[in-house]
């Protein structure tokens, strides 16, 4: 089993649409981070957050801590946030600040 | 100011070749990553530096994987012999500081493709 799960592994939306994209994870972390990744490979880091909520234009990042469980919100989506976007922890205890990532969402929004 | 930047960007290998991937990560970071990307996978961890320390190498595949950072800014990772299995994109990410739970900014990645 992974130690990082995100789900769902694709999402399709029409413009306009509120998203909601999960991650679960097994592991005591530090810190949790929500990546943006477009076709070609370049990644955007989107949000690092340890508690509550984080918010940044159209994007939400929640985490709760206890259940090990963070979501990515997109409001009022657009055809732009298509791209990959992927969930990734840094260990509590682990090595320096290196991350475990999931495997991604792969989002598209129609127009 | 310049972000994170890696050459080339993309790179065709023919089986047994050595391959040399350079990083370039933003002027003054302590802390730098590389991160390996099978298609439609995660990243998954190679190795991280401290300045010109290479702390933590426990992600590198094989003894053919090779990272260095003398002089605490460039990084060149180097993959031996490449196999087939060694395709993928390359990640370099640096932060500003060491330790866990800094902001990491990646660059863009080395597709490498061995034939």
């Known amino acids: 089993k992974n130690e990082v799960e995100q789900s769902p592994q694709n999402l399709t939306a029409q413009e306009g649409e509120f998203i909601t994209i999960n991650c679960s994870y097994s592991v005591g972390i530090s810190a949790l981070h929500w990546l943006q990744q477009h076709p070609g490979g370049g990644i955007v880091s989107l949000f690092m957050l340890s508690s509550g909520k984080k918010k940044h234009g159209r994007l939400i990042a929640t985490i709760n801590i206890q259940e090990k469980h963070s979501s990515l919100h997109i409001t009022a989506s657009h055809p732009r946030d298509s791209a990959v976007y992927i969930c990734?922890?840094?260990?509590?205890?682990?090595?320096?600040?290196?991350?475990?990532f999931g495997k991604g969402t792969k989002l598209s929004v129609k127009p | 100011g310049a972000g994170v930047s890696q050459s080339p960007r993309y790179k065709v290998a023919k089986r047994g070749q050595d391959v040399a991937l350079r990083c370039d990560p933003i002027s003054g970071h302590v802390s730098l990553f590389w991160y390996q990307q099978a298609l439609g996978q995660g990243p998954e961890f190679l190795t991280y530096f401290q300045n010109e320390a290479q702390l933590d190498k426990s992600g590198l595949p094989s003894d053919r994987f090779f990272a260095e950072r003398p002089e605490g800014s460039v990084s060149t990772l180097k993959i031996q012999r490449t196999q087939q299995e060694d395709s993928a994109v390359y990640l370099c990410?640096?932060?500003?500081?060491?330790?866990?739970?800094?902001?990491?900014?990646f660059g863009p990645g080395t597709r490498l493709l061995v034939l």
């Open positions: 990734a922890v840094a260990v509590y205890g682990g090595s320096q600040g290196n991350l475990i």
């Open positions: 990410a640096s932060s500003e500081l060491a330790g866990r739970g800094e902001t990491q900014y």
